[in-house]
């Protein structure tokens, strides 16, 4: 083949560096960008870690609220977090139960309610849930309270991640 046959037009040579040069600026400025949104997601996840709460012998039949605190991180924030939980015991195991009404998201109380006191009650929009966190049909909450992984070793009683329920 002769170098006639392979000639590069000033045009065809123009837009091939411009392309090129362009896609590297863009490479440059995207790969950054890329890597800051991805990273966290491309962590290895951590398994959920238990927190200690009460001692099981502070626990009855009937519900109680808990606050307990712990370490976050989110991304690149660190931060503590307190969270409460009602804690029971019913039959032989351990339950645990978020006090978020899963309607709006306002915080319930057990036993406030003077016409229903072995119910969870939600004030915002009067929202009901059985003693087992179960939602009373016909109040605005359309699921049951959310219960915590619980795992009770040498008399402490610890929480894990909130599942939710269905």
Known sequence: MSEKEHKVSRRQFLTYTLTGVGGFMAAGMLMPMARFALDPALKAGTES??????????????????????????????????????????????????????????TVSYGSNDDHPERFYCPCHFGMFEKDGINVPGTPPQRPLDVYDVMVEDGKVYLGQINQRT
């Open 49 to 106: 870690e238990y927190q200690p709460v009460c001692y099981l012998e502070e626990l009855t039949e009937e519900p109680q609220k808990f606050a307990f605190s712990f370490e976050q991180q989110d991304a690149w924030y660190e931060s503590e977090v307190t969270r409460e939980a009602y804690i029971f015991i019913r039959g032989d195991e351990v339950t645990a139960l978020s006090p978020t009404c899963t309607h709006l998201g306002c």
